[in-house]
């Protein structure tokens, strides 16, 4: 079962989203194998998010980060500055930092369907 990080484009795909009926181009977003997930998971990032934005993200759940704020907040305190030996994991924190990054442009959020 793939593990799904995805950012509304705007306020419309926001909406849908909510409705369970956004479409793939009203979304950004990215699809981690379980294997992608536990790697990403090992490095900590997630604690480190959860700590910062009072979530709970892990294997089982479903979360969300709409504050401006938090997801601002998250990328100032380096959350994604790490640097890994292996390669695909350095990558995959990319595409993540990406994400938030994406989120605050959009003024929408961050979807964590794990």
């Keep these: 079962m793939r593990k799904i990080i995805t950012v509304p484009k705007n306020q419309l795909a926001l909406k849908?989203?909510?409705?369970?009926?956004?479409?793939?181009?009203?979304?950004?977003?990215?699809?981690?194998?379980?294997?992608?997930?536990?790697?990403?998971?090992?490095?900590?990032?997630?604690?480190?998010?959860?700590?910062?934005?009072?979530v709970n993200i892990d294997y089982f759940e479903d979360e969300q980060i709409t504050n401006k704020a938090i997801l601002e907040k998250i990328i100032s305190n380096?959350?994604?500055e790490v640097n890994f030996s292996d390669i695909s994991i350095n990558e995959t924190v990319k595409e993540v930092k990406g994400l938030f990054m994406k989120a605050i442009q959009c003024e929408t959020g961050v979807f964590f369907f794990f």
């Design 78 to 80: 380096g959350v994604f």
């Design 16 to 54: 849908a989203l909510d409705y369970d009926s956004a479409t793939a181009d009203q979304l950004y977003e990215i699809s981690l194998s379980e294997s992608q997930f536990k790697d990403l998971w090992d490095t900590g990032i997630f604690d480190r998010i959860n700590e910062m934005a009072n």
